[in-house]
């Protein structure tokens, strides 16, 4: 039987680079989106064409009960689960003393209890194929931004999410964690201040989303590995 991944966020950017590497490695994909249903439909032609099976579901992980929709949508397509990828995030730039309750709230849910409550539903599954989780964290969870204050917070705990969970699911599961740099630019980032995090970058250079695939292959496909966190920046962490 083919194995099967579950990539939240799996349409667009990073998502959808861990997506169509997945299925250039043989997996089966549940591509979860949350509005961009047309590059979710593209992104399951691509897998089709490169050989496995894809379905895509709607859902927004901000929402409590949409983990147990993706469990169920796991259920009835491939039927098995060999790695869950929680690469779904939304990312907001907003002054620390400006993030109100609601806000906060709506960074949170997504990037951190979204997380627990889909590994949570999905945890019988991958325990019935000795599947792993890659939580897709963030270098802002090492290194603290003020201009993304709520988001970095929200990281650095989905880091220290990612080993409790792996203490938790051990041993049938693995948990591991990426914290991807700068593979791909904020909207809001300009041309100047691009330029000065490359030059902060002791590669001198900026990733690709390809690098952060390359990475959860790697974790997927290392049975001894848990508990980590891989980051995939170039260095910049180095540097504070």
């Known amino acids: 039987m083919s194995r099967a991944a579950l990539v939240t966020g799996g349409a667009v950017r990073v998502g959808r680079a861990i997506t169509l590497a997945l299925a250039e490695a043989g997996y ?39 983990a147990e929709r993706l469990a169920e949508a796991v259920r009835n397509g491939p039927g098995r689960l060999d790695l869950l990828v929680n690469s779904a995030a ?5 002054s620390l003393l400006d993030v109100d309750a609601e806000e906060w709230d709506a960074v949170h849910d997504v990037n951190l209890r979204g997380p627990h409550l889909l590994t949570r ?13 890659v939580n897709i964290a963030d270098h ?54 691009l330029a000065e995090e490359i030059e902060r970058t002791p590669l001198e250079r900026a990733g690709t989303p390809q690098d952060v695939a390359e990475a959860v292959l790697f974790l997927a496909r290392s049975p001894f590995v848990t508990g980590h966190l891989l980051v995939v920046d170039g260095g910049a962490t180095l540097r504070g």
């Open 28 to 66: 089966d994909v549940v591509i979860n989106y949350r509005s961009s249903e047309g590059p979710a439909q593209e992104t399951a032609r691509l897998v089709e064409e490169a050989g496995p099976r894809a379905w895509t579901v709607q859902g927004d992980l901000g929402e409590p009960d949409t």
């Open 90 to 94: 939304n990312f907001r730039s907003t």
């Open 140 to 193: 802002m969870g090492i290194t603290p931004w003020v201009r993304y204050g709520h988001h970095s917070t929200a990281k650095a705990a989905l880091i220290h999410l990612t080993k409790v969970q792996a203490l938790a699911l051990a041993p049938g599961v693995r948990v591991n964690a990426i914290a991807p740099g700068l593979v791909l630019a904020p909207d809001d980032l300009d041309d100047d201040k």
């Open 121 to 133: 539903a999905c945890t019988e599954l991958l325990r019935f194929s000795g599947g792993s989780v």
